[in-house]
T-cell receptor, first 111, second 119 residues
Framework: LAKTTQPISMDSYEGQEVNITCSHN???????ITWYQQFPSQGPRFIIQ???TKVTNEVASLFIPADRKSSTLSLPRVSLSDTAVYYC????????????FGAGTRLFVKA | EAGVAQSPRYKIIEKRQSVAFWCNPI?????LYWYQQILGQGPKLLIQ????????DSQLPKDRFSAERLKGVDSTLKIQPAKLEDSAVYLC?????????????????FGPGTRLTVL
């Protein structure tokens, strides 16, 4: 499984766009990139998943360059409630979808 | 739709005692995961089941940890004997776990977790 590297922490202000980049140099051909969000005392929650180019849903966008060695999670106009830990995962299907959580990025949104 | 259920929510034991956690995944989900999350760290996969078969247990300390998923539904995780370093939150997650690969089939849904304190 490909290892991922993300910044340990980031600060932002309400209303700003936040971009969190994840490096995954050893991503395999059949690997997908998935981002989860975790609030204190809760289990992680799925945000978005992609394979290549750009994916957008109601809460975030995911940008993946052509070489797929990195990806960027974009959160538009963050609010205080977006303060959480964000995990980038890379994994593929081998008898069950396998993924590894890293240390994550702690995002602090200030008023 | 009911989410992933776990019990107990909290457990305090002394070292060398044994403890068991229970997980009931979302109905119809073939894949079940047990994670250990130590404070300040990301979740660490302990074991992954596909139906009632083990897909990955490479990080499960098999000398003290065991897990089973009878009939491919509920699962239990046991620690015997517990050590101080086992203090953590134990998270259970489930996913549809079937091909093709898209969000609907591999998105993991997590339960609230069990917070274990070993004294």
């Amino acid at each position: 499984l490909a290892k991922t590297t993300q910044p340990i922490s980031m600060d932002s202000y309400e209303g700003q766009e936040v971009n969190i980049t994840c490096s995954h140099n050893n991503i395999a051909t059949n690997d997908y990139i998935t981002w989860y969000q975790q609030f204190p005392s809760q289990g992680p929650r799925f945000i978005i998943q992609g394979y290549k180019t750009k994916v957008t849903n109601e809460v975030a966008s995911l940008f993946i360059p052509a070489d797929r060695k990195s990806s960027t999670l974009s959160l538009p106009r963050v609010s205080l409630s977006d303060t959480a830990v964000y995990y980038c995962l890379v994994g593929g299907y081998t008898g069950g979808f396998k993924t590894i959580f890293g240390a994550g990025t702690r995002l602090f949104v200030k008023a | 739709e009911a989410g992933v259920a776990q019990s107990p929510r909290y457990k305090i034991i002394e070292k060398r005692q044994s403890v068991a956690f229970w997980c009931n995944p979302i109905s119809g989900h073939a894949t079940l995961y047990w994670y250990q999350q130590i404070l300040g760290q990301g979740p660490k996969l302990l074991i992954q089941f596909q139906n009632n078969g083990v897909v990955d247990d490479s990080q499960l300390p098999k000398d003290r940890f065991s897990a089973e998923r009878l009939k491919g539904v509920d699962s239990t995780l046991k620690i015997q004997p517990a050590k101080l370093e086992d203090s953590a939150v134990y998270l259970c997650a489930s996913s549809l776990g079937k091909r093709p690969i898209d969000r609907g089939h591999n998105e993991q849904f997590f339960g609230p977790g069990t917070r274990l304190t070993v004294l």
